[in-house]
């Protein structure tokens, strides 16, 4: 029913702007002139000079996002689980409301999970951000992810999952990507330890410049013109 949709609306319009090359895909045989345009990120409210990580000897992971199925915080809570059972001194912060959270805390058991809740304001979103060592951005269907650009703009570094448009936004130089399995993303968060520390922050924070929104107002400009 949707590639029936997405092949009639092709036929409409002159073209169709997609986010990633994830989104991109679901085109794929429609026949639509198809427009790759990513979205952008505040790089003044999202920045690594709002705050950042306290060296106690915790790994302070965090997931910003909508507590709700489709968007994988089971993904995220079981990362921290593995990772927990591992042995690592962990403490994984959950920033957001939904229907999922009861399922959530149960699946977190002993771990140490805590659920912030709504944060008000962007401005303390970016601080908690900046505050992590590391945000788990692991939804494996995510079209594009704003909060893996809104994180890595803070200088934190993202584990993401090696599929969806998420992933087209961490390179080497600002985190690292695994399957959407809590083993294997905790695995992948196992590798980045060792490069924990300045560079990774500023090879994040350089990785987010590349996404400003007055790049994407460009590009949507001169698809306009």
Request: proline share 6%; with cysteine; hydrophobic share 45%.
């Amino acid at each position: 029913t949707v590639g029936a949709l997405n092949r009639r609306l092709a036929k409409e319009f002159d073209a169709v702007v997609v986010t990633s090359r994830f989104a991109a895909d679901e085109f794929e045989s429609t026949g639509a002139d198809l427009e790759l345009v990513p979205l952008g990120v505040d790089l003044d409210t999202f920045h690594p000079g709002v705050g950042a990580p306290i060296d106690d000897g915790v790994l302070k992971l965090c997931y910003v996002g909508r507590l709700s199925h489709e968007k994988s915080p089971q993904l995220a809570v079981a990362t921290a689980v593995e990772l927990h059972r591992r042995g690592h001194r962990i403490r994984l912060d959950l920033y957001g409301t939904g229907p999922d959270q009861a399922m959530l805390a149960d699946a977190a058991g002993d771990a140490p999970v805590v659920f912030h809740g709504f944060v008000a304001g962007r401005d303390e979103v970016a601080a908690r951000l900046a505050a992590a060592d590391l945000s788990l951005s692991v939804c494996p269907a995510e079209t594009f992810g704003l909060a893996v650009l809104e994180a890595l703009a803070c200088g934190t570094p993202v584990v993401t999952a090696n599929r969806g448009g998420a992933h087209e936004l961490v390179d080497a130089t600002s985190g690292v990507s695994g399957p959407p399995d809590p083993v294997a993303l905790a695995d992948a968060v196992e590798s980045l330890l060792p490069r924990l520390g300045p560079e990774l922050r500023r090879g994040a924070r350089a990785r987010a410049e590349q996404y400003s929104w007055a790049r994407t107002t460009a590009q949507m400009l001169a698809l306009h013109e």
